[in-house]
């Protein structure tokens, strides 16, 4: 076996790999790399190869941090590999290994597309020295650890039909009402979209990051068919917009807004159907609905999230969460427990200064 550094001119080969294998995602793809270096990420992308048969792939994000000569590696729903293949994967890991040294990073960080039931992959990393980073039932971790998957295998009546009824009714309300979806939108909507969803956030309380991100997004996604926006339109404007990702044959449902007039006309409902749709006709088998709360008590405020998901028929999918390589352990704690301590405390303190001064 043997790692190869991959480069622009080995773009297709990677890709072609990626997308094509059944843990392949976008977020492993090399344009996902291009998008991460605009916010001041350096991807490293390697393929195993063994006797001209590639065996697994990484897109490793890297990031320096305060520490001199230091950084850390991360590989978003990373590597892609078959996880049965103990051999082809401590070939990889001992591999990164050596990267890390090279770069001064203290330690990788996981998260792969792995079901939560395989405790066979969770030990089998545990005796690699992984550490489970598991951050909590919300949105702690760097990417959800629960989502709704939506298999594609049935025909467009029988996926309706299998949906909740108030789903099924709030998508036809939202046709009858006259919500229009432009499934071919064009960059100039992308602003009016942006728009939005900065109002969305505010309703909503939640960050968004700033234009510029999503022009990058869509120079490098859009531009390569590898993402679409749709916008839901009524009465001749602009009320709801959706980004979905595709990737292979999956398609992941990833910005969503909605703005605050018109919302009894459903748009979102409308949105999700046609992206669904949009889906199954690229040769999609899977939609993934991202992320909703692995708390699932009727009071915690995701909770509606989850139920507007659930209507769907989804299958509710736990992954195995974060798993950490240190390679300084020292170091790695210091990131890991001194450092939010400090910050955490710092902040704390802050706050009661402005509260008693």
């Known amino acids: 076996m043997k790692l190869i550094s991959i480069t622009e001119k080995d773009r297709e080969t990677f890709n072609s790999f990626m ?28 393929l195993v190869v063994e006797n001209d048969d590639i065996k697994a792939g ?33 070939f990889l890991f001992r ?34 020295g992984f550490i489970s980073a598991d951050k909590g039932l919300n949105f702690e971790g760097v990417q959800p ?37 432009r499934k071919n939108c064009a960059k100039q ?54 980004l ?20 009894n006309v459903m748009p979102n409902y409308a949105l999700q159907w046609e992206m669904i749709k949009w889906a199954k006709a690229q040769g999609c088998t899977m939609y993934d609905f991202r992320g909703v709360s692995g708390d699932l008590s009727p009071d915690n405020p995701l909770y509606g999230l989850y139920r507007f998901k659930k209507g769907f028929n989804g299958e509710f999918t736990e992954f195995i969460g974060e798993y950490d390589l240190p390679f300084d352990r020292v170091l790695y704690f210091l990131w890991e427990r001194v450092i939010p301590f400090y910050r955490k405390t710092r902040r704390q303190m802050v706050n009661l200064k402005r509260k008693f001064f």
Do not use: C
Request: aromatic share 14%; no cysteine; hydrophobic share 35%.
């Open 19 to 46: 997308a094509s294998h059944p843990k392949g995602h976008i977020l492993q793809s090399f344009e996902w790399g291009e998008v991460k270096e605009t916010t001041g990420w350096q991807p490293l992308r390697f």
């Open 58 to 90: 990484i897109t490793i994000l890297k990031r320096k941090i305060p520490f001199r000569g230091k950084s850390i590696f991360y590989a978003p729903r990373g590597p892609v590999a078959d996880y049965e293949d103990h051999k082809t994967l401590d």
């Open 95 to 128: 591999e990164i290994k050596n990267v890390a040294r090279k770069h001064g990073a203290i330690f990788l960080k996981l998260d792969p597309d792995i079901p939560a039931y395989r405790k066979d992959v969770t030990d089998y990393l545990k005796k690699r």
């Open 145 to 181: 650890k629960f989502v709704f998957r939506l298999p594609l295998d049935k025909d467009e009546d029988e996926m309706l039909k299998s949906f909740h009824s108030k789903t099924r009714y709030n998508i036809r309300l939202a046709y009858r009402r006259g919500v229009k979806i």
């Open 189 to 242: 909507d992308l602003k009016v979209f942006y728009d939005i969803l900065q109002e969305t956030s505010e309703r909503d309380k939640f960050l968004i990051r700033s234009y510029d991100y999503f022009e990058t997004l869509w120079d490098k996604l859009v531009e390569n068919n590898l993402a679409r926006l749709f916008m839901a339109e009524y009465e001749g404007r602009p009320i709801a917009g959706s």
């Open 244 to 263: 979905a990702f595709i990737f292979g044959d999956k398609a992941w449902y990833i910005y969503g807004a909605s703005s605050n007039k018109h919302r």
